[in-house]
């Protein structure tokens, strides 16, 4: 395709939901930590190298009956609060943090997949940023 030559009406998202497949044989649960897999189908977070943190569902959804991609799910992106596994400090601060499970994150990077950005921590836990 060349370049413009008349106006163009692009569309556009506020870019902070997403609808995602859910992996066949998954229930992913509302609020959770919500990664694609290496085919792109949504997972609850988990301790590996190969997920991608797309944000926090926002329904809960269970497709552990069927096939991947059959149900489909609602996937916030923002800055949220999950549990601390007790080593994010306020060293972390504007560092990558860790997936433990999909409400859990970790400092430890060891064969985990990056949950997002550590923008603050507090007595609730780590506020990351997806």
Not at 76 to 100: P, Q, S
Request: glycine share 10%.
């Amino acid at each position: 395709m060349g370049a413009l030559v008349k106006d163009r009406n692009t569309p556009a998202r506020n870019g902070d939901q997403f609808v995602y497949g859910v992996a066949g044989s998954t229930k992913i649960y509302a609020g959770s930590l919500v990664c694609v897999n290496a085919s792109g189908f949504a997972v609850p977070g988990s301790v590996a190298t190969t997920l991608k943190a797309v944000g926090r569902a926002d329904e809960q959804v269970d497709n552990t009956a069927v096939t991947d991609g059959a149900k489909t799910i609602a996937v916030r992106k923002g800055v949220f609060n999950f549990a601390n596994a007790g080593d994010v400090t306020i060293a972390h601060l504007e560092t990558n943090i860790y997936i433990n499970d999909d409400q859990t994150v970790s400092s430890v990077s060891t064969g985990k997949s990056v949950a997002g950005k550590c923008v603050a921590v507090d007595s609730d836990g780590v506020w990351i940023e997806i």
